[in-house]
Nanobody, 125 residues
Framework: QVQLVESGGGSVQPGGSLRLSCAAAGLTSDYYAIGWFRQAPGKEREWVACFSSSDGSSKYGDGVWGRFTISGDKAKNMVELQMNNLKPEDTAVYYC??????????????????WGKGTLITVSS
């Protein structure tokens, strides 16, 4: 059974930076996609970023281009999400999710099979 361990998060002022990490344990394949999603109060869960170990590709959601960067460590089955120039609208619970098997990051959230518990990020002055 795949388990995801999330770390990072917290509170930061606008313009600040934070880093999230997600380590996957129990993977039975060398090929997987691990990503971060977020859900703000009253809103639907949305893509933030995703990394695929199959081809090293990454995918980003709207609104984070140029500010967020996802990177993968295949040896550790872990991804890191570096978030720069954070804005109040980035405030949300951030969830790590994983999908085993070869291929790029799936086109929809429904394609991710395992979810972490989430970590709160608050951007406020």
């Amino acid at each position: 059974q795949v388990q995801l361990v999330e770390s990072g998060g917290g509170s930061v002022q606008p313009g600040g930076s934070l880093r999230l990490s997600c380590a996957a344990a129990g993977l039975t394949s060398d090929y997987y996609a691990i990503g971060w999603f977020r859900q703000a109060p009253g809103k639907e869960r949305e893509w933030v970023a995703c990394f695929s170990s199959s081809d090293g590709s990454s995918k980003y959601g709207d609104g984070v281009w140029g500010r967020f960067t996802i990177s993968g460590d295949k040896a550790k089955n872990m991804v890191e999400l570096q978030m720069n120039n954070l804005k109040p609208e980035d405030t949300a619970v951030y969830y790590c999710a994983a999908r085993q098997g070869w291929g790029p990051c799936p086109p929809s959230i429904a394609g991710m099979g395992t979810w972490g518990k989430g970590t709160l990020i608050t951007v406020s002055s």
